[in-house]
C-alpha cells in the first residue's frame, strides 16, 4: 500500500552502523529476589542494563524448574534477547550431591516436588538453559541461526545475603564449580559475618536488616532482607552485584554476521518518541486523521487503536527514526478483527528519500480489509525500472489468520528478499528490480480504506527487533 509522506521523515537518521547489544539480565529467585526487594534492579540500572525480574517470593528453584519444563519460565523472545539469566534462591538446603545427577535431563520424572528436588531442579534448570541457547543455531528466526554454537550462555548464580546459610552457601559454590559459572558472593562481601555479634544487641548483624527470622545450626538469623531498594542492605547487595557482573565479557549479539541495532519491547507507559515519530496528518489516502491520541502502550504491546470521531475514522501509525540498507527486521504482531472492511494493518519499511514507488515499498505484513482476518499478505512494491513512477509488485499470500499473533521477519539483501513466518521461511524474492538498493525505515500502521468503519479496531505489536549485517 502507498503511504504518505509525512513532516516527520524530515527528522529520520542516516544508516545506522552496529554496536554491542545491552546487558539484559532476567532474574529468577525466591523471597530474596523478587521485585519487592530492590537490588537487583537497582544493580541493573547502575549498569545501564536492561532488566526482568521473575522472582516469586515463596518459591523454590524446583517451581522454576517445573515452568522451565511447562515452557512458561522465559518467552522465546526473551530467550533471543537476555543476555544473562540470574538465579537466587535462599533457602539453606543442599543444592550439590553428585549422585542424584542424571547425564540427560530427559531422564528425570517431571513434575519436581519444589520442596525436596532442589538438587535436581539445579542441574535441570542450568542444563535447559544453556540447552535451549545452543538450539536457536537451529531457529531460522533467530540472529543466532546457522552459528556454531548458537547463543552463549551466561548463568550467574548467588549466595545467601548473609554467611550464616552455610549449607547452601558451600553447596552453591560448588555447583558453580563444577559448572564454571559466575557467582555474586553477597555472603562474602556484605560488610558483616556470623562469627561475630553485635556488640549492641548481642544478635546475629542479619538480625538488624531481615524481616523474618530462621534457626540454623541453634543460632537465630535475620532472614529475608527489608524490603526497599533505599534500604541499607538493599543498597549494598546492588554494589556488590554491579562490581562482580562488570567484569563479564561485553554480549556481542548476534553471531554470524548480524547485530543487534534497536530493539522496542513497548514495556513503559508510553512511545519512546526519541526512537519513533508519531504520525499527525491525513489518513490514507485521505480517509480520516491519523492522530497521536490513536497510539498507546498497554500490557507490554505497542497498540494502534482506529475509530469513528467527530464523522470522520482516527487512527495512526509511527516511523522508526533510523534508516538502514538492508537488513533483517521482526516482529511479533496481530490485528482485530474488521466487520465494516474499513481497516489495514499494516507494517512495512519505507524509503528515506520519500521517492514512491521507484525507491521502494516493502509491506511485510498487510492485513487488508478481510472482515475476519483470515489470511494476509506481503507486497513489494517498485518502480518499473525505466524511470517513471508506474507501481509494479510482486506479492504473497499468507494463509494464516491475522487476528492471531505471528512472529514475522523480513531479511532484505543486495539480492533477495525473504519472509519467515512463525520461524519458517515461506517466500522469496530474488528478482533484482523489485528489491531496493536504497536506506528504508520500519513503520507501523492501521490504515483506514474507507470513511467510515463500525466498531473500534486495534492493531498490537508485541515488540520489534532490527539487525544490520557485521
Known amino acids: ?110 513434575p519436581l516436588n519444589p520442596q525436596t528436588d532442589q538438587v535436581i531442579a539445579y542441574d535441570y534448570v542450568i542444563k535447559k538453559y544453556i540447552s535451549d541457547c545452543y538450539n536457536l543455531k537451529d531457529e531460522p528466526t533467530s540472529v543466532f ?88 542492605i538493599q543498597g549494598k547487595m546492588a554494589k556488590i552485584f554491579k562490581e562482580k557482573m562488570e567484569d563479564l565479557p561485553d554480549f556481542q549479539a548476534p553471531v554470524n554476521g548480524w547485530n543487534l541495532v534497536f530493539e522496542d519491547n513497548f514495556n513503559g507507559n508510553a512511545v519512546d518518541v526519541a526512537n519513533w515519530g508519531i504520525y499527525l496528518s491525513a489518513g490514507h489516502v485521505g480517509n480520516g486523521l491519523r492522530s497521536p491520541s490513536a497510539i498507546s502502550v498497554e500490557n507490554g504491546n505497542l497498540v494502534i487503536t482506529a475509530k ?26 496481530r490485528t482485530d478483527k474488521d466487520p465494516s472492511m474499513a481497516m489495514n494493518g499494516v507494517v512495512l519499511t519505507w524509503p528515506q528519500s520519500g521517492r514512491w514507488p521507484l525507491d521502494g515499498e516493502n509491506d511485510i505484513y498487510e492485513t ?28 504473497y499470500v499468507h494463509p494464516a489468520s491475522a487476528y492471531d499473533w505471528h512472529i514475522i521477519m523480513m531479511d532484505w539483501s543486495a539480492n533477495s528478499l525473504k519472509i519467515y513466518r512463525d520461524g519458517v521461511m515461506v517466500w522469496e524474492l530474488t528478482d533484482k528490480k523489485g528489491i531496493p538498493q536504497v536506506p528504508h525505515h520500519l513503520c507501523l500502521q492501521l490504515d483506514a480504506f474507507k470513511a467510515v468503519m463500525g466498531d473500534p479496531v486495534k492493531m498490537y505489536v508485541d515488540w520489534v527487533m532490527i539487525y544490520q549485517p557485521k
Open 1 to 110: 500500500m502507498n503511504k504518505i509522506y509525512v513532516a516527520i521523515m524530515a527528522f529520520m537518521l542516516a544508516y545506522s552502523v552496529g554496536q554491542a547489544q545491552t546487558q539484559k539480565c532476567v532474574l529468577i529467585g525466591g523471597s530474596s529476589a523478587d521485585n519487592t526487594n530492590g537490588w537487583f534492579e537497582l544493580g541493573c540500572e547502575k549498569m545501564n542494563a536492561q532488566f526482568v525480574n521473575k522472582a516469586v517470593d515463596g518459591e523454590t528453584i524446583g517451581d522454576a524448574a517445573n515452568k522451565l519444563f511447562a515452557g512458561n519460565l522465559y518467552t522465546r523472545q526473551e530467550l533471543e534477547t537476555m543476555t544473562t539469566l540470574v538465579i537466587m534462591y535462599n533457602q539453606n538446603v543442599n543444592v550439590f550431591d553428585p549422585s542424584l545427577i542424571k547425564e540427560n535431563i530427559a531422564e528425570y520424572t517431571m
Open 145 to 232: 541461526y546457522q552459528s556454531l554454537s548458537g547463543k552463549p550462555a551466561v548463568i550467574v548464580l548467588c549466595t545467601d545475603w548473609h554467611n550464616g546459610s552455610t549449607t547452601y552457601n558451600n553447596s552453591i559454590r560448588l555447583l558453580a564449580q563444577k559448572w564454571g559459572l559466575k557467582l555474586i558472593e553477597f555472603d562474602k562481601y556484605v560488610g558483616f559475618s556470623s562469627e561475630h555479634l553485635h556488640p549492641n544487641t548481642k544478635q546475629q548483624y542479619s538480625m538488624m536488616y531481615g524481616r523474618d527470622t530462621q534457626v540454623i545450626n541453634g543460632t537465630v538469623f535475620g532472614s529475608n532482607p527489608e524490603r526497599s531498594r533505599y534500604s541499607f
Open 308 to 333: 469513528m470521531k467527530d464523522g470522520q475514522i482516527v487512527s495512526g501509525g509511527m516511523a522508526h527514526k533510523i534508516n538502514y540498507l538492508y537488513g533483517r527486521f521482526v516482529f511479533r504482531v
Open 368 to 395: 487488508g480489509t478481510k472482515a475476519e482476518r483470515e489470511s494476509f499478505e506481503t507486497f513489494i512494491h517498485f518502480g518499473n525500472g525505466e524511470g517513471t513512477i508506474y507501481n509494479q509488485q510482486y506479492h
